[in-house]
């Protein structure tokens, strides 16, 4: 059974910068495609950043140059770092794994105040 935990998140001030971490277990992780979503309070969930098994990552436009999608294939663990935050990156993050179906993370609250 794959079972993602998430560490990190948290209230930070515009410009700051948060890495959130997501350790998996149960899958095959080293080929796997991670990545990260996030879901403001009244809207849809979105797409962040995905990296596959072969080390290729993408970005939603909006975190580009800002954020860093990164894996630790030891630690089976993927890492989101968050520099130069706005207050509209504020969110609840959520992890997921494609191994080889969909799993999830808890979510974490990242708060950027103005």
């Known amino acids: 059974q794959v079972q993602l935990v998430q560490s990190g998140g948290g209230l930070v001030q515009a410009g700051g910068s948060l890495r959130l971490s997501c350790a998996a277990s149960?899958?095959?992780?080293?080929?796997?495609?991670l990545g990260w979503y996030r879901q403001a309070p009244g809207q849809v969930r979105e797409f962040v950043a995905l990296?596959?098994?072969?080390?290729?990552?993408y970005y939603t436009d909006s975190v580009k140059g800002r954020f860093t999608i990164s894996r630790d294939n030891a630690k089976n663990t993927v890492y989101l770092q968050m520099d130069s935050l706005k207050p509209e990156d504020t969110a609840v993050y959520y992890c997921?794994?494609?191994?080889?179906?969909?799993?999830w993370g808890q979510g974490t609250q990242v708060t950027v105040s103005s």
């Open positions: 997921y794994i494609d191994s080889p179906s969909i799993h």
């Open positions: 990296i596959n098994g072969d080390g290729t990552t």
């Open positions: 149960g899958s095959t992780f080293s080929i796997a495609t």
